[in-house]
């Protein structure tokens, strides 16, 4: 935002000073009584300042419509919230229901996106399990995948085999895909009738221990 003068500084801090005693925004004559303005004009050139620098908003024709921005507003424009669909095995894979129970919020430059488009295909799951250590994947964390793709070979995958779901590397070996677990407890998974990607991984997110 655009460096504001003493004067202008001085308008906005009494402006927010007001709403946070009172919930509204003080009047014209108020900020001029208060500054000892002679007239309203000049308090409503300080506002008008303040409007143009991106610290303030009203809607024309609305009596006292003016409001505060907060200075991460453009910043929260980058905040999308991604539905948490519970959790998958990351371990043996299990037969399991994947309904959504609340959303993830995250800003879209901490995840590796650029806009908000790709995100229409993001989901979250809640890791269960160990077999994805080696990968820094550790039970408790939240995945966030994305559908839609194909997955290179490598890549981390939500996926759906014979009948059960679980969270693997997806690898190819002789032209035929399989699961492999980054835990050398677990084995790999050849599928023997159906392999169905659900997503690939994307970006990971970890809570701090209680």
Do not use: W
Not at 10 to 27: C, D, K, M, N
Not at 43 to 48: E, F, I, K, Q, Y
Not at 130 to 149: A, R
Request: glycine share 8%; proline share 6%.
């Amino acid at each position: 935002m655009t460096e504001l003068t003493k004067r202008q500084r001085q308008v906005l801090e009494f402006v927010q000073s007001r709403q946070r005693a009172e919930g509204l925004i003080p009047t014209l004559r108020e900020v001029a009584a208060h500054f000892g303005f002679q007239s309203s004009r000049a308090a409503a050139d300080h506002l008008d300042a303040l409007k143009r620098k991106g610290f303030l908003e009203s809607e024309p024709g609305k009596a006292r419509s003016l409001r505060l921005i907060s200075p991460f507003a453009k910043l929260r424009s980058r905040i999308v919230d991604i539905p948490l669909f519970g959790s998958i095995p990351a371990g043996v894979p299990q037969a399991r229901e994947q309904d959504a129970e609340g959303c993830v919020s995250v800003d879209i430059e901490s995840i590796g996106f650029k806009s908000t488009k790709p995100l229409r295909n993001a989901f979250a799951l809640r890791v269960s399990g160990d077999s994805m250590i080696g990968k820094n994947i550790c039970d408790g964390d939240i995945v966030i995948l994305e559908f839609g793709h194909e997955p290179r070979s490598g890549q981390i995958v939500a996926a759906y085999i014979d009948g059960a779901s679980t969270l693997k590397t997806f690898l190819l070996k002789g032209g035929k895909p399989y699961l492999r677990a980054e835990n050398p407890k677990y084995p790999d998974l050849i599928p023997a009738q159906e392999l169905t990607i659900q997503g690939v991984f994307k970006a990971l997110i970890r809570r701090a221990p209680n």
